[in-house]
């Protein structure tokens, strides 16, 4: 696949709440998961298996979901862009505007790093 059809299927996965699918279609198997330095309980990690715990746990700690969204990407290159947002409600942390951008790096066809700006 391009960088244009993975960031076409991306945006088509992750607007319907379909991450998984998203890992085990576009994701290779050693990507790396990078979060800001200033990430507060998040932490960087590699590898899809890792990767996919932390989406688990992440979302364990969802109590609501009020809204979400993502913008479609744009395509730089082997880079996609793509702007996500939710309004959420966080166990014991009460209800907060999540926004960011997230840059994702495309080699052979795989995503091989994404990497979040917040």
Not at 22 to 34: H, K
Request: net charge negative; glycine share 8%; with cysteine.
């Amino acid at each position: 696949m391009t960088t244009q059809e993975i960031a076409t299927r991306l945006f088509e996965l992750t607007s319907t709440h379909q991450h998984e699918l998203a890992y085990n279609e576009l994701f290779s198997e050693d990507a790396l998961n990078i979060e800001p330095p200033h990430a507060q309980g998040m932490q960087s990690v590699k590898g899809l298996a890792a990767i996919r715990a932390k989406s688990e746990g992440f979302n364990a700690g969802i109590e609501e979901v009020h809204s979400a969204y993502n913008h479609e990407p744009k395509v730089f290159g082997p880079y996609i862009f793509m702007e996500m947002g939710m309004d959420v409600t966080m166990k014991g942390m009460g209800r907060m505007d999540m926004r960011e951008m997230c840059k994702y790096e495309v080699k052979d066809g795989k995503i091989i790093s994404e990497e979040f700006y917040y």
